[in-house]
């Protein structure tokens, strides 16, 4: 492939890669983001290639394996276009029908469409509830494309912004656009992103740098991996065009290592990118040099954090230090960087194509554009949703995601990751953006979203956070290190049901420390779900402190399973599937739970059939006495006491 | 250093002890490590011997020979690694977290070598390799079972899974059973929330497994 030497070169390769494809031709797509490849999308492109061949139709029919569609709970997610059919839970076995239809208009594997509530079906993608409700700028073109394949990004107009940048705007004229878009960043801390590009710029010194935070370390949250698996060359896109607005001729992206999929995808993107001579020396004949290498992160969730992942990237233990100088002025190697996390970057091409009053046109007063979030937890429609900025907790949760499953009450949901916090109900009309969820006691975070239903314990999803972030505080301030692993131990002795009177203000006074002292924002942060939970959530701390109960039967120690000798009908499920033999009875005899032996993993309750329900969950009650043993079950149709 | 203990072991198939006490700096040429690596298997009558002696299967004696034979030749490729990265001091952590790929563990003279080569002092690697998840300062099982424990996850249940994973394998997060079958560990997060609690093993996802279904899982795997 020649390079392209100028911004006419790149338009008649894009004239080419367009006058080869027929649109009308008949294309298969598969999602193989990592949620497709969980639910074996592997296996179902497997299938689909060699029922193609088996069929005589490779030359009529084109596979595409894109990245993640977003719809994870019904994966894996096949597309066939022109029609755009959507089949959805999709198996090898599923495959011949499929395929067998793919060439007869109108014909349609019915049993893999969406169906509705009503038991409607739904063909196209874009008409499903889940998709319908959201506005998919960033994330949109996942579907369209094979992240492998360069040209498939140029076909949709990629690089057209970089051309633009290059031949017809000035470095400040770039500047100046992302600043009017308030583009601010989506990693968490919402920081505008043209002033940010702004500082490096006027920074002293020739050497700058621009970075991808790619160390998406938010559990629960896979926005970053799937962008950057699924449309690598929009992230870099933004970027050359970034550097050149800043001044950098180097950048870096920093990707987690445990993303083999994203570090892959990455490579290859910027050796084809090199191939067409859209990065390196003389980008398009501009006389613009750009080089990026990758870095790849090793695994610790404070790397993330902007002045640490600037020290690992020097080759050193990612701890963060004082921003006493912004990392804007003084970053890698003490020279300015800029560093803007994926979905930042991935924005900048579409600002600078379509301009700043249609981003700003997108969003509330205070934060404009998109946002992706990732929709986890006790929500029917995982994966991840793109909506404007301003929309509402409940839109997301209930019109996107469907509501909670089997039709538990919705309790809370955790935004912003671990340094986040938990909003309960009263707040879910609350519309999504930086700075109400500020106020409201959270964060937007990178955008991860974890939804909590009755069945949550809030004291045990603050001990879990904080355990998090015990185990991944760097250890260099005290207060962090020492104070979060004190919270830790109250929080592990209320779970206990050891909590004593004076554990929850205590904990509000440890938190008040670890904020103000902390170096980082991993440290002033952490406190926020402890906080936040106390905040909205104190009535269950108080259940666990004075009554030893867990509302919610999560906390092992303060609770007992035992069988309701009236529903009991000895069918033998519970006691053949205990892990620990705890469960007594046979045959037309009441099973019986042995206390001690009991081990409390849950089992005999997730499996004790729902027309039963015979197994009973208590908190904060003792156990009624068991009837004795050999007692006879009641049938049917005996009376029941 | 590295280079000598590859040697040893492939060259002059010394015996258990002596790999285990590491080689000398004898260097050797990759073609020569190359041509021999098929013949670093110890003959049937040595591996019975010392099955007697350790009251272990044969089966798992040759196991570990060819574990140790293999992390062997791995460190003598930590020369081609640092090459790549033409000896940058920065790359330290990039040249450590390929020789975990290739090799699935540190072993210490492999980061003496490294550290030798790049100049770096052998405190900063291992202030790296324990600061990271990614590394393992010990040999790993021949499974990797992964327990997620990110948020998603841990509300849909990840701590009651991880319970019956521990009892079903009887060794905790982070451990290697003294069989070498079974490593340990619990990740945060992998981005397939949709399935979860899920645990990978070698690669394969699983979806809230029953007691049962993960003993079925623990016994497919030799």
Redesign the interface.
């Known amino acids: 492939m020649a390079r392209l030497r100028s911004a006419a070169d790149l338009e008649k390769k894009r004239a080419q890669i367009l006058s080869k494809r027929d649109p009308k031709k008949p294309c298969i797509t598969l999602c193989s983001g990592t949620g497709c490849h969980a639910l074996g999308s592997d296996k179902v492109y497997q299938a689909i290639v060699s029922e193609l061949s088996r069929n005589g139709l490779k030359s009529k029919v084109d596979v595409r394996r894109t990245g993640c569609h977003g719809f994870c709970e019904r994966g894996p997610i096949v597309v066939i276009f022109p029609a755009e059919t959507c089949y959805l839970g999709v198996k090898p076995g599923d495959v011949p029908e499929v395929v067998s239809k793919v060439l007869m208009d109108g014909e349609l594997v019915n049993r893999l469409l969406y169906k509705d509530a009503s038991g409607e079906t739904i063909k196209h993608e874009g008409e499903i509830p889940f998709y319908k409700h959201q506005r998919r700028i960033v994330f949109g073109n996942n579907r369209l494309i094979d992240p492998k394949n360069i040209d498939d990004y140029i076909a949709l107009g990629g690089y057209s912004a970089l051309a633009k940048v290059l031949f017809e705007m000035g470095p400040e004229e770039v500047l100046e656009t992302v600043k009017r878009a308030n583009l601010r960043g989506r990693g968490g801390g919402g920081f505008p992103a043209g002033v940010k590009w702004e500082t490096t710029r006027n920074a002293p010194g020739d050497i700058k740098y621009v970075v991808v935070n790619a160390d998406e370390g938010d559990p629960g949250a896979f926005m970053d991996r799937s962008l950057l698996e699924g449309n690598p060359h929009s992230v870099l896109e933004g970027l050359i065009i970034g550097a050149y607005a800043i001044g950098s001729h180097e950048g870096f992206v920093y990707v987690r290592q445990e993303y083999p999929l994203a570090v892959s995808n990455l490579t290859l993107a910027l050796s084809q990118v090199r191939e067409y001579g859209l990065l390196g020396k003389n980008i398009l004949g501009s006389g613009f040099d750009f080089e990026v290498t990758v870095h790849r992160g090793a695994g610790a969730f404070v790397s993330g954090e902007s002045s640490a992942l600037m020290t690992a990237i020097e080759g050193v233990v990612g701890e963060p230090r004082p921003k006493y100088i912004r990392t804007a002025v003084s970053g890698i190697w003490e020279r300015p960087t800029n560093l803007n996390n994926v979905e930042t970057w991935a924005n900048v091409p579409l600002i600078i194509n379509r301009g700043a009053d249609w981003f700003t046109s997108i969003g509330t007063d205070g934060s404009k554009g998109t946002k992706i979030f990732s929709l986890v937890g006790k929500v029917n429609n995982t994966g991840l949703v793109e909506v404007p900025m301003g929309v509402s907790l409940r839109e997301i949760i209930y019109t996107i995601g469907g509501g909670i499953p089997r039709g538990k009450k919705f309790k809370a949901v955790q935004t912003g990751g671990p340094s986040g916090g938990c909003l309960p109900e009263s707040l879910i009309d609350l519309p999504v953006d930086f700075d109400a969820l500020t106020e409201a006691g959270s964060m937007m975070g990178s955008g991860g979203m974890i939804v909590m239903d009755e069945d949550t314990c809030m004291a045990d999803v603050a001990r879990y956070f904080t355990n998090f972030l015990a185990d991944e505080s760097c250890g260099k301030c005290i207060p962090c290190r020492a104070g979060l692993e004190q919270m830790v131990t109250i929080l592990d002795r209320i779970c206990r049901g050891e909590g004593e009177a004076g554990d929850i203000e205590l904990l509000e006074e440890l938190s008040e420390v670890v904020q103000d002292v902390s170096l980082c924002a991993l440290g002033q942060t952490a406190p926020n779900p402890v906080l936040s939970t106390i905040r909205h959530f104190r009535d269950e701390y108080e259940a666990h402190i004075e009554r030893k109960r867990c509302p919610a039967g999560v906390c092992k120690a303060l609770i007992s399973y035992y069988i309701d000798p009236n529903k009991c009908t000895a069918c033998g499920i519970c006691l053949r599937e205990c892990p620990v033999e705890a469960i007594s009875g046979g045959k037309n005899l009441v099973h019986i739970i042995d206390q001690e032996k009991c081990t409390k993993c849950n089992t005999c309750f997730e499996v004790c059939p729902t027309r039963f329900s015979a197994v009973v969950k208590s908190s904060g009650e003792s156990v009624p006495a068991a009837p004795p043993l050999g007692a006879e079950v009641m049938r049917k149709k005996g009376k029941r006491e | 250093m590295a280079r000598g203990r590859a040697k040893t072991l492939s060259g002059e198939r010394s015996s258990a002890k002596e790999k285990s006490r590491g080689g000398k700096a004898t260097p050797t040429t990759k073609t020569i490590r190359g041509s021999e690596r098929n013949d670093s298997r110890l003959p049937e009558s040595v591996l019975t011997r010392i099955s007697d002696r350790l009251g272990m299967p044969v089966s798992q004696v040759s196991h570990i020979v060819e574990t140790i034979g293999q992390a062997a030749e791995e460190a003598g490729d930590t020369d081609r690694i640092v090459e790549k990265y033409e000896g940058?001091?920065?790359?330290?952590?990039?040249i450590?977290?390929e020789i975990q790929?290739e090799n699935r563990w540190l072993p210490r003279d492999v980061l003496m070598s490294v550290c030798k080569k790049l100049g770096v002092p052998i405190g900063?690697a291992y202030?790296?390799a324990t600061?990271?998840?990614?590394?393992s300062l010990t040999p790993q099982g021949r499974h990797q079972v992964s327990v997620c424990?990110?948020?998603?996850c841990?509300?849909?249940?990840a701590p009651?899974l991880l319970?019956?994973v521990i009892?079903a394998l009887n060794i905790n997060p982070g451990e290697t059973s003294p069989d070498q079958k079974f490593t340990l560990e619990t990740?945060?997060?992998?981005?397939?929330?949709?399935?979860?609690p899920?645990i990978v093993v070698d690669g394969d996802?699983h979806g809230n497994p029953?007691?049962?279904e993960i003993e079925r899982i623990v016994n497919s795997c030799n």
């Open positions: 940058d001091k920065a790359a330290l952590i990039q450590l977290l790929r900063r202030r790296i600061f990271y998840k990614a590394f424990m990110g948020t998603a841990h509300v849909r249940g009651r319970d019956r009892g990740v945060n997060c992998l981005g397939c929330c949709a399935l979860g899920v996802y029953t007691p049962k």
